[in-house]
């Protein structure tokens, strides 16, 4: 019988439509609880997830059955479907995100990164975090309205 491994981890960060501080502190843990239950019913299983109010950062292993962009597409749209249900008017994830490979070898470097997201925040800002990212990941060519519009 055949066997196909993969252990692919992901540094997935998007934000809200124009930045828009939605994701409250009442609210944050039971999405961020929603979304881990998405991804692993994808098979994608969460390792963390932390936000600020205008954005979000999730670390989880890909599943080797299911595409990236089907991952995101499916986090993002029952996500802002329930936030919507929770009351929150006008909730809409923007178009665009970042997908950043993570080593194995660098995954607790990454997720203490994610785990300090609120203190992080309160010295760069999430164009500087962008854009650092696009340096160290050699990304060169990007449209940067999907990151801040």
Same mark, same amino acid.
Do not use: C
């Given at each position: $019988?055949?066997?196909?491994?993969?252990?692919?981890?992901?540094?997935? %960060?998007?934000?809200?439509?124009?930045?828009?501080?939605?994701?409250?502190? *009442?609210?944050?843990?039971? /999405?961020?609880?929603? $979304?881990?239950?998405?991804?692993? !019913?994808?098979?994608?299983?969460?390792?963390?997830? !932390?936000? #600020?109010?205008?954005?979000?950062?999730?670390?989880?292993? /890909?599943? &080797?059955?299911?595409?990236?962009? &089907? #991952?995101?597409?499916? %986090?993002?749209?029952?996500?802002?479907?329930?936030?919507?249900?929770?009351? #929150? %008017?006008?909730?809409?994830?923007?178009?665009?995100?970042?997908?950043?490979?993570?080593?194995?070898?660098?995954?607790? #470097? %990454?997720? !203490?990164?994610? /785990?300090?997201?609120?203190?992080?925040?309160?010295?760069?800002?999430? &164009? *500087?975090?962008?854009? &650092?990212? $696009?340096? *160290?990941? !050699?990304?060169?060519?990007? *449209?940067?309205?999907?990151?801040?519009?």
């Amino acid at each position: $019988m055949g066997q196909s491994l993969a252990q692919m981890y992901t540094h997935l %960060v998007f934000r809200t439509k124009y930045g828009r501080p939605y994701i409250q502190e *009442d609210i944050e843990p039971l /999405l961020h609880a929603y $979304m881990a239950g998405i991804l692993k !019913n994808m098979e994608s299983p969460a390792l963390i997830i !932390n936000s #600020v109010p205008d954005h979000i950062h999730i670390l989880f292993r /890909l599943s &080797k059955n299911f595409a990236l962009a &089907k #991952v995101v597409e499916e %986090v993002k749209k029952q996500s802002s479907k329930w936030m919507k249900e929770k009351g #929150v %008017v006008g909730f809409t994830w923007q178009i665009g995100y970042g997908a950043f490979s993570v080593s194995s070898y660098k995954v607790e #470097v %990454v997720r !203490n990164y994610i /785990l300090r997201q609120k203190e992080h925040h309160k010295i760069v800002t999430f &164009k *500087d975090e962008i854009e &650092k990212s $696009m340096k *160290d990941y !050699n990304i060169t060519e990007y *449209d940067a309205k999907y990151f801040y519009e």
